[in-house]
């Protein structure tokens, strides 16, 4: 990759690069170290763990250290970026965890990726960073610490203003996409650990979410939605043990204990009972399946 400028130090490297030549693979790698691209112009596309992006002009993107990610150049127009990698050592103690928070609170693959970086001005802090290039030893390693600070501080409230903005309706649509998924997959067995991998979500801030969206937790909604399901197919014949079977339930007695807590009686009892009944059942007992948590996956 060309340079048109760079700069290298035992804390700190920068450039600022514009290739003009398609490369055939991305150029894959991982080191210790923070880094920050920004995508000035071009044609590429950067692989990190497995998420593949494909960058529009002035956005921004976020790398953490160790983690395996690379760039593809995908034509022979230019394309033209700024990047820095740094040890955090160069960051004041006291400052440090605030400064590298957008990296450490990004919680799926959205929060490491930012459009409209020139909105926020970014670009100019990459450019006072070259600037440091002519400067004396110990007038740049001091103006270098400054300046990656400046830099890191305007990410962090590009990031807050972003998360603001859009902070109500991103929750909102992963919510929505795992609702989705969990009716597609009712009843069979599905994981935290599962959804938070699919989902790019940590476990805590998936249940965090869910819970402001639906008011209650992911096993508590999929414990109703299989009693929901085993009480449908005991309607249409099917007898309550197989019902339990077909709609999740593991054991049968995980299946009685639900069923009961919501809905006030055994399964085996009055199922075409009128709807009102039950409602209110169900109401009073939304939330005594703690117990029954234990036994079901989720």
Known sequence: MGNISQ???????FHHGL??????????HCHPFYELFYFVEGEASYLV???DYVPQPHSL??????????????SDRPYERFAVH????????????????????????????????????????????????????????LSLRIRLAALLSQLLHMRRTVHRAEGEERPRQTVERIIGYLNAHIAEDVS???LSARFFVSKHHLNKIFRKATGTTVGNYVIHKRVALARQLMMQGETASAASLNAGFGHYSSFFRAYRNIFGHAPTERVSMQMGGDEQAAGSASGDLAGDMANTRI
């Open 86 to 141: 740094f040890d955090p050592a160069i960051l004041p103690a006291e400052e440090r965890a605030l400064l590298l928070s957008p990296f450490h609170d990004a919680d799926g693959p959205d929060d490491i990726y930012f459009t409209d970086a020139d909105r926020f001005g970014m670009r100019d802090y990459f450019e006072q960073l070259m600037s440091c290039t002519g400067m004396s030893d110990d007038i740049r390693d």
């Open 192 to 194: 935290l650990d599962e």
């Open 49 to 51: 763990e497995g998420v």
């Open 7 to 13: 700069l290298h130090t035992e804390s700190v490297y």
């Open 61 to 74: 993107l976020l790398i953490s250290p160790n983690v395996f990610h690379g760039v593809k150049v995908e």
């Open 19 to 28: 290739d003009c030549r398609r490369t055939d693979a991305y150029a894959l």
